[in-house]
């Protein structure tokens, strides 16, 4: 059996082992290959010597051909037969990659496909005077590159749609390497900086990358690439100090990659793409307390927005369900008065949010004027995402409905009825069962009047807590990793948010041996839990994420732990004693580090259990009356 790998330098193989310096002769050995890749793997005695001795006279070049037959027919013995003027092989005589390849990629199997890429086809193979077989040689790498970019940056994308940025490194990386101009990798490297946070960094690559191609007068950068640079440019900058990042002993903190949710972030993407194209659709993420579902709903949100949507959220909160249309409202204040289109809306439509909503007023103070009464908030609030939608794609997430009033999810459904044929998403992350009636109700028109998924969020196992050991502690060796992930698992139960933050503590110097307990108790879930409840090893965890804040933050969270549920930046302020650039680097800090979550209406802690520890543990005796009397 002969092995040919061309997807890169040549290697060839003779079962098994190093093909014979005569038969990688040159001229023998592209004959070989020209002959496997041919079509049906024959061509006629005259073709090959048009393709590699065409300098030669009549007799000298069928003298080559006869030496260079000869020399293949020993090692491929009967698999070359040559019937009258032809020469073929055998099929299954030499095993190529580029097939391995081919049927990798028929199955969709980017990884497998991407492994087997080494560089550009038989990479490094030339044969003098032999034109014509260059010319080939030229056609077939010019195809095997365009598949071999396909399917590395497929491997890249496949791995960003399952939320695994590191995993897109690699694929990403040969890509650029194979092809240092290609604008699909450069989009592709930029989406996934992007995703991390990494804004400085993808804008240098783009930097980078445009003055490469003015240098080598490449083709002006597209509008798609244009654009997405655009959006990181103008995307958010975390105000952080360098102690924002690091600990006192130096140790960096870095937010924590999506694990163990691939599957669901999947169905969110592709939900997401048909509702793109014009069908809109409803998700709703179903998930106890700190497994993760608003975590999941911010990637999602931060992916829409680098597709160039307008995605728009709003977090409820228990005195929510006493607030009629509570979700229409946080949706309203949640950033759909910036979204481009929604001054297309009729001045009535708009009037009606600006009686309701300081933002809408103030930007179209006109509208108070409106001669048309206004329409009720559900109409009004339809025909302004109408107005945006026909602008750009829009994704609505309404985090923790558990706490909506039944009148948001009768006012959910009829917007997604009125709103059936725009590009619009809607996102319901839940938490608790039994889900409220009214939401029950929506959750039913799955799948019959209402197109979508529902996904359920689960704890972690052992192989994902493993996973974000390794990501949190690289240092540690396999058996020690392994301790820690059991260990982790009995005092967390494979909760997301406590497996991240004892990941995080001991990152820091936590000493799990001198900590005890295990949670949960049966049947017991974080909303139930009291702080009294949790383990010495959670408590200590949260202890030590909090002493990694700088004091700013620690002051501003404090405040937050004691004014309430959901509190404006302006008064944690003036509880805090902070004010303009200190606060928003303070809060910056805490939403970045996924203390608090924030939204239009103000910020509130991304978990009960959390805030509790806070206002017990962390607020000395006395302080807090100070925050409540500010």
Not at 238 to 245: D, E, F, I, N, Q
Not at 280 to 309: P, Q
Request: net charge neutral; glycine share 8%.
């Amino acid at each position: 059996m002969i092995s040919c790998r061309t997807l890169g330098p040549l290697q060839v193989t003779v079962d098994g082992a190093r093909a014979p310096k005569k038969l990688m002769w040159r001229r023998n050995i592209a004959l070989l290959l020209y002959l496997a890749r041919a079509p049906a793997r024959r061509c006629t005695r005259d073709h090959a010597i048009g393709l590699f001795w065409a300098d030669k006279d009549d007799g000298a070049a069928h003298q080559s051909l006869r030496e260079a037959t000869s020399t293949l027919r020993r090692y491929l013995g009967d698999d070359l037969r040559t019937p009258e003027d032809q020469l073929e092989l055998a099929t299954g005589a030499v095993e190529l990659d580029t097939e391995q390849f081919d049927a990798r990629v028929a199955a969709r199997d980017w990884a497998g496909a991407s492994a087997l890429v080494r560089g550009e086809f038989a990479q490094g193979l030339k044969v003098p005077k032999a034109s014509a077989f260059e010319d080939w040689l030229l056609v077939e790498r010019g195809h095997w590159h365009r598949r071999m970019m396909d399917a590395l940056i497929a491997h890249a994308e496949e791995r960003l749609d399952a939320g695994d940025l590191l995993g897109a490194d690699e694929p990403a990386r040969r890509a650029r390497q194979l092809d240092p101009l290609s604008e699909r990798t450069l989009r592709t490297v930029l989406y996934r900086l992007g995703l991390a946070g990494d804004r400085a960094g993808a804008l240098a690559v783009y930097k980078k990358f445009a003055a490469r191609a003015a240098r080598e007068s490449a083709p002006p950068l597209g509008p798609e690439t244009v654009a997405l640079a655009e959006r990181l440019r103008h995307a958010r900058v975390w105000r952080l100090p360098v102690r924002a990042t690091a600990t006192d002993a130096g140790v960096e903190w870095r937010r924590a990659p999506l694990i163990a949710r691939e599957a669901e972030l999947v169905k969110l993407l592709g939900c997401w793409r048909d509702a793109r194209a014009g069908r809109a659709a409803m998700v709703v993420i179903e998930a106890e307390a700190g497994l993760g579902k608003t975590r999941l709903a911010e990637e999602l949100m931060a992916r829409v927005t680098f597709d160039g949507a307008v995605s728009v959220g709003t977090r409820a909160i228990s005195a929510d369900r006493e607030q009629p249309l509570a979700a229409l409202m946080g949706l309203a204040r949640g950033g759909l008065c910036d979204a481009p289109g929604v001054a297309a809306a009729s001045p009535a439509a708009l009037a009606a949010l600006a009686s309701v909503a300081g933002e809408w007023a103030e930007r179209f103070p006109a509208v108070r004027t409106a001669a048309a009464p206004a329409p009720n908030l559900v109409t009004a609030l339809s025909e302004i995402l109408r107005a945006a939608t026909e602008e750009h794609p829009v994704l609505l997430v309404c985090d923790d409905a558990q706490w909506l009033d039944a009148e948001s999810f009768v006012a959910l459904g009829a917007l997604l009825r009125n709103l059936a044929r725009a590009p619009l998403l809607l996102v319901i992350a839940v938490t608790g069962e039994p889900s409220p009636p009214a939401l029950a109700e929506l959750r039913s028109r799955l799948g019959r009047d209402v197109r979508g998924v529902a996904v359920r969020l689960r704890p972690f196992a052992l192989p994902e807590i493993e996973a974000l050991v390794r990501w949190a502690l690289p240092a540690y060796t396999p058996p020690q990793a392994e301790r820690l992930s059991r260990r982790i698992l009995a005092d967390s139960g494979g909760n997301p948010l406590l497996t991240v933050e004892i990941c995080h503590a001991v990152a820091q110097g936590l000493d799990l041996g001198i900590t005890s307990g295990a949670w949960p108790r049966p049947f017991t879930t974080l909303d139930d839990t009291m702080p009294g409840d949790l383990p010495e090893t959670i408590v200590a965890a949260i202890r030590v994420g909090f002493n990694c804040l700088r004091a700013t933050a620690r002051t501003a969270l404090a405040a937050a732990a004691v004014l309430g549920e959901r509190v404006t930046a302006k008064r944690i302020g003036t509880a805090s004693h902070l004010a303009g650039a200190a606060l928003d680097a303070a809060l910056d800090e805490l939403e970045w580090r996924r203390w608090l979550v924030a939204e239009g209406r103000g910020y509130t802690f991304v978990a009960r259990i959390v805030r509790e520890v806070v206002r017990r543990d962390m607020i000395p005796p006395g302080h807090v009356q100070r925050i409540l009397d500010a």
